[in-house]
């Protein structure tokens, strides 16, 4: 059972368009963390939230948690090529020790 | 520092084989974690460890045995590969429960 669903599974989109990826959940999680992974490497964390309703930006990527700390999005601004990635968004529920991660959502950016 | 070590890279194992797959951290972090990730399933959590001597199962734990007796080490053991276990493997450590959790570069692991 995945715990947490993202959408879209597959995003190709132009040099300067705007995207918003969905993570969604039925469970409640103390913290939420966004990661970018590149091919052949690990992911590399984007950003983490822990309060409900919590809006934080980074450059041009703006991350939401939900009110209920069920779910969170990603949008990106004016994407660039450099944005090309996998994005993963994983939570912890309870003590937090493990994270359970989404499949991803797949990001192909074209100049 | 070099961060979170993993090796190998690569291993191609036959079925019923046997390893180790290497993991060491030194940001000194208790919790250290591995997964895999396979095509379209994301990462999944194997194993995980909150400190030296302390251990407990994530979601696809069979097959895979761990163990902690330092804080720096968290090896990975395959006791009978099989082809199912075929994928990239991530170790993974962290300071604490909401800090940034740091992965290895992944072992991609082929079972024939």
């Known amino acids: 059972t995945q715990l947490l669903e993202q959408s879209p599974q597959f995003l190709s989109i132009q040099e300067g368009e705007n995207l918003t990826v969905y993570c969604n959940s039925s469970?409640?999680?103390?913290?939420l963390q966004w990661y970018r992974q590149e091919p052949g490497e690990g992911p590399v964390l984007l950003v983490t939230?822990?309060?409900?309703?919590e809006v934080k930006k980074l450059k041009r990527l703006t991350f939401q948690f939900g009110d209920a700390r069920k779910d969170s999005s990603l949008h990106i601004t004016a994407a660039q090529p450099g944005d090309t990635g996998l994005y993963l968004c994983a939570g912890a529920r309870g003590s937090g020790y493990a994270l359970n991660f989404g499949k991803g959502t797949s990001l192909l950016v074209t100049p | 520092n070099a961060g979170v070590t993993q090796t190998p890279k690569f291993q191609v194992l036959k079925t019923g084989q046997s390893m180790t797959l290497q993991c060491a951290q030194d940001?000194?972090?208790?919790?250290m974690s591995w997964y895999r990730q396979d095509p379209g399933m994301g990462l999944r959590l194997i194993h995980y460890?909150?400190?030296?001597?302390?251990?407990d199962q994530g979601e696809v734990p069979n097959g895979y045995n761990v163990s902690r007796s330092t804080t720096e080490d968290f090896p990975l053991r395959l006791l009978s590969a099989a082809p199912s276990q075929t994928s990239v493997y991530f170790c993974?450590?962290?300071?604490?429960?909401?800090?940034?959790?740091?992965f290895g570069p992944g072992t991609r692991l082929t079972v024939t």
């Open positions: 460890s909150v400190g030296a001597g302390i251990t």
């Open positions: 469970s409640v999680f103390s913290s």
């Open positions: 993974a450590s962290r300071r604490g429960r909401d800090y940034e959790q740091y």
């Open positions: 939230v822990v309060t409900g309703g």
């Open positions: 940001m000194n972090h208790e919790y």
